[in-house]
């Protein structure tokens, strides 16, 4: 099938990551969230990213123009998704949520439109049980941010086509990305591997083995990661770290991934992050909101 017009559910980082990247890429993108005012903010920012971009000349100013003009904000109960030939869901980690908006696209979408969800945990054959078209119904897991780093993460339901799967994984292609194929189990590849990890911080912190500094420093510099856990949990958000080993806690039915105390106290708190100024770390207002990550959105917050 052929794919030229995309539609983005969701404003926030990892749907803004996911919009500018395609755009770049010269597809047609339309940009949605609860309200047009919401997805107005959200191009908005990647208004600002590009501009950033164009500055240190990283892309032209044309370049910078011509994917922002492909970006087109809109709501997601007006109709606008008439037009698109995919569709890629990225709002909060909760499956109530996401199956409600399944049930809306299932509505405003064409039969022959495929419904990707960039969910970091939740199954992928609970979501597309709520559409007419679960056949339709696949994973595509970007990391975080989306518009540099290079793997997406695919994942089946069981009544996932193949003619689905084939398109999902040459747009991601397309995209300038590499894929992997995961089974439709809770955290997938990356974040069943990495999320124990980061609990497990949590929980070395927890118990006064270290400061975060040293802990963020061990593994940065020990193992060679990019950053530190809790600095890689500020980017992410608390909330959805939480979010996520929450499903793999409940559906798995295992006690090591069982949140630490620790984490849902900051989450309680309301420090989620970057998104929020403070988590592990506190950071200026000014800061970035993304930087090179791994794992979910990373992965998935829609506001």
């Known amino acids: 099938m052929t794919i030229e017009h995309i539609g983005v559910i969701g404003a926030g980082q990892m749907g803004r990551g996911i919009a500018q990247l395609a755009a770049s890429h010269g597809l047609e993108v339309t940009l949605v969230d609860v309200g047009r005012d919401v997805a107005e903010r959200g191009r908005g920012v990647i208004a600002q990213q590009l501009a950033r971009l164009a500055g240190k000349q990283k892309i032209t100013e044309a370049e910078r123009d011509r994917t922002m003009a492909r970006i087109r904000p809109a709501d997601l109960y007006a109709g606008d998704l008439e037009a698109v030939d995919f569709v890629v869901e990225a709002a909060t980690e909760t499956i109530e949520i996401k199956r409600e908006i399944f049930v809306a696209l299932d509505r405003a979408c064409r039969g022959g439109v495929i419904l990707a969800t960039n969910t970091s945990s939740i199954s992928i054959t609970a979501i597309g049980a709520s559409v007419k078209r679960p056949d339709r119904v696949i994973g595509m897991h970007f990391m975080n941010p989306p518009p540099l780093m ?27 990305k590499q894929t992997v194929t995961s089974a439709d189990i809770p955290g997938f590849i990356v974040n069943r591997i990495l999320m124990p990890m980061l609990n497990e911080a949590c929980f070395a912190l927890y118990e006064g083995i270290a400061v975060v500094e040293d802990i963020d420093m061990a593994i940065n510099l020990g193992l060679r990661h990019p950053m530190g856990p809790f600095t890689l949990m500020d980017l992410i958000g608390l909330d959805t770290t939480l979010a996520i080993l929450e499903v793999m806690h409940r559906e798995l039915g295992d006690p090591k991934y069982r949140p630490c105390p620790l984490l849902r106290q900051y989450v309680a708190a309301g420090w989620l992050g970057r ?16 930087a090179p990550g791994t794992g979910s959105g990373s992965v998935e917050e829609a506001k």
Do not use: M
Not at 159 to 170: C, G, K, L, Q
Not at 275 to 290: I, L
């Open 150 to 176: 290079k793997l997406v993460e695919i994942i089946r339901g069981l009544p996932t086509s193949d003619a689905t799967f084939e398109a999902t994984r040459a747009l991601a292609e397309r995209l300038g």
């Open 275 to 290: 998104k929020s100024g403070r988590g592990f770390h506190q950071y200026p207002k000014d800061a970035p909101s993304a």
